[in-house]
């Protein structure tokens, strides 16, 4: 867009400005490539997508095609759709109190149309922002026509207009977001004949309301959403609208724990109030770990996904056990434990769904889950660690450290006294700045590390989210 342009408030103006006129789906490819040729960031707040989404979204950007997003819930399908909306121009000029806002040049509808007519370059014209040029609409079984495309507007018949007179039309949110990005949340929800009402949009560009056809060339970018099994198999989009769209972009889940815990920092709510909190790395490997663990599990339904959303909302719980805590016990920080994951687990039981054949076994799956993830971060982070001086203290079969969740760190690791090796530990988890809660919550994981290694036995002490680890000759002798 021309610097003069925005100065310019009449078509007449704005014709002499210079001002460039493209398409939408022009304005995406044309600012893509600038962006692309600068080196500046397209998409900041995903990650996992460089080298599998983005290379097939950008190419149907700038093969000009409207764009179906499949995947399942929690894979960044709407925010992707979002970020588009950044490619567009900060400002773009419309006719002045157009309701589908026309282009100065262009002008689609009757009242512009007539309007350019009679006082032609003295038009007035607006500067519409970008962010007003997206609409989004979650697909229900509900929506209507007249939601999407338009109806007659009764109060203007009973103004006396003719029902064939297009300023009779009250018009929906696909022609009101002419020259900007529609996005369409889970397509397939929508009824057929809804669908239907949509070739047209998308191939020839016009509508048809109430039996009689209007002419309405929209300039506009469609992007639907749909998860795969609606889309490929159960055929819940109707096949001539499948074939509109020109390109299909697959989303996936992370596949690294990076990007899962990358995420996970990213949307987490940071809690307001007087104790800090501080969450070692470590315990975040461990919630990135159980989601990954969940989404391989034969037993969780992985048609309906393991969505990012779990693990954030995990973390959430974890620091909320934290500054409960921290809260009751007068600890001058909040640092989330392994001794706080029974709180996110019962909290988050109904965000996984699980196999019919698995009623009545959901928590049994979990906590098996959340044993192989705690195992998994403790071997690659611990493996080949001398545990000889922590393992010395269980020698004495009296001995036995008990933790939980309202237990202070500093109770906690006064049990073990001085304890030789626990720097080397924190050093060994990656822990720069040493506090007691840190130490506590490292301790903590390399004590349940060795217990899943079947090296310490651990029982529960009374409540949930209370334990007492012992040495293998301790009451029972044997891992439970």
Same mark, same amino acid.
């Given at each position: ?30 600012? +893509? ?26 190419? /149907? #950007? ?8 499949? /995947? ?28 589908? *806002? ?22 007035? #014209? ?21 939601? +999407? ?6 109060? $203007? ?27 369409? *949340?889970?397509?397939?929800? +929508?009824?057929?004949? #809804? ?7 998308? !191939? %020839? ?5 109430? @039996? ?14 749909? *998860? ?17 769209? @020109? ?12 990007? %899962? #815990? ?10 307001? /109030? ?72 019962? @909290?988050?039981?109904? $965000? ?6 698995? %009623?009545?076994? !959901? ?38 450290? %008990? ?33 007691? @809660? ?5 301790? !903590? ?11 310490? *036995? ?23």
């Amino acid at each position: 867009m021309s610097d003069p342009a925005p100065y310019a408030t009449t078509i007449g103006e704005l014709r002499a400005s210079g001002f460039a006129d493209r398409s939408v789906k022009d304005e995406l490819r044309g600012n +893509l490539l600038m962006r692309m040729e600068a080196g500046q960031p397209l998409f900041p707040s995903i990650f996992g997508y460089e080298d599998s989404v983005l290379p097939a979204l950008e190419r /149907g #950007i700038l093969a000009g095609h409207d764009i179906v997003m499949l /995947g399942e819930r929690g894979q960044a399908k709407t925010r992707l759709i979002r970020h588009l909306v950044d490619l567009l121009d900060p400002f773009t000029p419309v006719v002045a109190g157009c309701e589908v *806002n026309d282009h100065p040049f262009r002008p689609i509808c009757a009242r512009c149309r007539a309007l350019v007519d009679v006082e032609g370059d003295a038009v007035p #014209i607006d500067w519409l922002p970008r962010d007003r040029r997206y609409a989004e609409k979650l697909a229900t079984p509900d929506t209507s026509v007249a939601d +999407l495309i338009g109806d007659v507007d009764p109060i $203007r018949v009973a103004e006396g207009r003719y029902l064939s007179d297009e300023l009779t039309i009250h018009y929906g949110l696909i022609p009101r977001t002419h020259r900007g990005i529609v996005a369409i *949340n889970e397509l397939p929800d +929508l009824p057929e004949r #809804i669908q239907v009402a949509l070739f047209n949009i998308l !191939e %020839e560009r016009d509508v048809q309301i109430r @039996g009689y056809q209007i002419r309405l060339p929209l300039d506009l970018l469609l992007v639907a959403t749909a *998860n795969p099994e609606d889309y490929t198999h159960r055929g819940r989009i109707v096949s001539p609208l499948k074939d509109r769209f @020109g390109t299909q972009v697959r989303t996936h889940y992370p596949e690294t724990l990076g990007d %899962e #815990i990358a995420i996970m920092d990213q949307e987490v709510r940071r809690p307001a /109030g007087t104790i800090p909190v501080r969450v070692p790395a470590f315990m975040k490997e461990v919630l990135a770990a159980l989601t990954s663990e969940l989404r391989r599990s034969p037993q969780i339904n992985q048609r309906s996904g393991v969505s990012v959303r779990y693990s954030i909302g995990n973390l959430e719980t974890l620091v909320a056990a934290a500054l409960r805590r921290a809260a009751r016990t007068g600890e001058p920080e909040a640092v989330p434990r392994l001794v706080d994951l029974p709180a996110a687990m019962s @909290g988050s039981l109904g $965000r996984v769904e699980f196999d019919a054949i698995e %009623e009545g076994r !959901e928590e049994e799956i979990l906590l098996r889950a959340l044993r192989n993830a705690i195992l998994e971060v403790f071997r690659r982070r611990l493996s080949g660690f001398d545990f000889a001086p922590f393992l010395t203290r269980f020698d004495d079969p009296a001995f036995g450290a %008990e933790t939980s969740d309202l237990q202070p760190a500093t109770e906690f690791l006064s049990q073990f006294g001085d304890l030789p090796g626990l720097g080397k530990l924190l050093g060994r988890l990656g822990v720069e700045e040493e506090s007691p @809660g840190v130490a506590a919550s490292a301790l !903590e994981l390399a004590l349940e590390g060795l217990h899943l290694s079947r090296r310490l *036995n651990r029982e529960a002490a009374g409540r949930v989210g209370a334990y007492r680890y012992e040495g293998l000759g301790g009451a029972s002798g044997r891992s439970r």
